[in-house]
């Protein structure tokens, strides 16, 4: 059964939560305080570097778990990383995904499994070091393996190149094996 929006009271679809160091990394939902943050580091990160008041916010909020990872070490809110993760169970058609806005993805929906769609992802510019990605892999992983078991994962993914310029990517990878992959990302981290 597919919880709805207003069942969820805030709370996310599937819960992750772990610490690594002054690192929290877990699941919110849009009503969740943090998601200002959220919304004010991805409108940084896509947008306008500068612009510390703007947010980027859609439609695709509300139905959607966001994976943070926030440094305790600043404070309790300061959010470093996010992606946002909207869920298919098998048959339910009506729901729509971000990544049909920029790509054919009929022939992926007209099978009739599960899909996670993994988008909006960034992490704030100082710690563009991988660490807080590997950080966000693993929750990922965990959202998936320990929930929800997905067959596929569809993301919409930015890729910047050295002038700055993006060219949109969408990416579909097979789950099967992803904990055992992942399980162990935070080994080449430091605490």
């Known amino acids: 059964m597919v919880t709805s929006s207003k069942d969820l009271e805030g709370k996310p679809k599937f819960n992750v939560e772990f610490n690594f160091g002054s690192y929290q990394v877990k699941t919110i939902r849009n009503s969740d305080p943090l998601m200002s943050n959220v919304k004010k580091l991805r409108f940084k990160s896509f947008f306008d570097e500068k612009n510390l008041n703007k947010i980027d916010s859609d439609e695709f909020d509300e139905l959607c778990d966001h994976l943070v990872v926030i440094d305790t070490s600043k404070s309790i809110d300061y959010v470093v990383g996010t992606y946002r993760l909207l869920y298919r169970q098998n048959e339910d058609v009506s729901v729509r995904f971000y990544s049909q806005s920029e790509f054919n993805i009929t022939n992926i929906l007209n099978k009739r499994s599960s899909l996670l769609e993994a988008g909006r992802s960034c992490v704030r510019k100082e ?53 055992k992959k992942y399980s162990n990302l935070s080994k080449g981290l430091t605490k």
């Not at 990605?133 to 994962?153: D, M």
């Open 127 to 179: 710690y563009r070091d991988g660490r807080i990605i590997k950080l966000l892999w693993k929750g990922l992983a965990t959202y998936i393996v320990k929930y929800i078991r997905v067959g596929s994962y569809v993301g919409s993914v930015a890729v910047i190149d050295k002038n700055f310029d993006t060219t949109d990517v969408l990416i579909i990878l097979d789950t099967k094996n992803l904990l």
